[in-house]
């Protein structure tokens, strides 16, 4: 994979990490209407009353702005090659690479396609979760392609 490649992947990173909030909110919202979608109140406490205040989904929103810049680190140094060291696309990753960083880099994208299923396992298979889950599509991808990119060569298995 050329250079200019791996920097575009790693810079659809950006789009991906702050859309992150809005499907953080988002997704318990259109499960709920799909799960609840032409019911009617009883009067009794059912399964679709939500009663919660969201805290959790307010925080996410500044909590991705003051992670973003280790994001960025992670995202340049997950698609960042050994051989371009010095060239001023990939100072945000430092020294850090696929390659010097075998196989912590790959662990951690690992883990976040957990993260991913944690939040994809409460969305519904239904037209209107579609673009949420286009979203979780798009990273699921973004990272897979992130871990073959930068596995170095000589631990490939061929």
Same mark, same amino acid.
């Given at each position: 994979m050329s250079e200019r490649q791996r920097f575009w992947l790693a810079s659809l990173g950006i789009p991906l990490w702050l859309g992150y909030p809005f499907a953080f909110w988002h997704g318990p919202? !259109?499960?709920?209407?799909?799960?609840c979608a032409g019911r009617?109140?009883?009067? &009794?406490?059912?399964?679709w009353v939500n009663d919660?205040?969201? !805290?959790?989904?307010m925080l996410a929103f500044p909590?991705?702005? %003051?992670? %973003?810049?280790p994001f960025l680190?992670?995202?340049?140094a997950l698609y960042g090659s050994a051989d371009v060291k010095g060239v001023w696309? @990939?100072?945000? *990753?430092?020294?850090?690479n696929g390659y010097a960083c075998f196989p912590l880099l790959q662990l951690f994208a690992g883990m976040l396609l957990l993260w991913i299923a944690?939040?994809?396992?409460?969305?519904? !298979? *239904?037209? *209107? *979760?579609?673009?949420?889950w286009a979203y @979780?599509?798009?990273?699921?991808? @973004?990272?897979?392609?992130?871990? !073959?990119?930068? @596995?170095?060569?000589?631990?490939?298995? &061929?």
């Amino acid at each position: 994979m050329s250079e200019r490649q791996r920097f575009w992947l790693a810079s659809l990173g950006i789009p991906l990490w702050l859309g992150y909030p809005f499907a953080f909110w988002h997704g318990p919202i !259109v499960a709920r209407n799909i799960r609840c979608a032409g019911r009617q109140f009883t009067g &009794e406490f059912d399964d679709w009353v939500n009663d919660y205040i969201p !805290v959790l989904e307010m925080l996410a929103f500044p909590v991705t702005l %003051l992670l %973003l810049l280790p994001f960025l680190r992670f995202a340049f140094a997950l698609y960042g090659s050994a051989d371009v060291k010095g060239v001023w696309r @990939w100072k945000i *990753a430092g020294r850090m690479n696929g390659y010097a960083c075998f196989p912590l880099l790959q662990l951690f994208a690992g883990m976040l396609l957990l993260w991913i299923a944690l939040h994809v396992r409460i969305l519904p !298979v *239904a037209p *209107a *979760a579609g673009l949420l889950w286009a979203y @979780w599509l798009c990273w699921i991808v @973004w990272l897979l392609i992130g871990i !073959v990119v930068s @596995w170095p060569s000589k631990y490939r298995f &061929e």
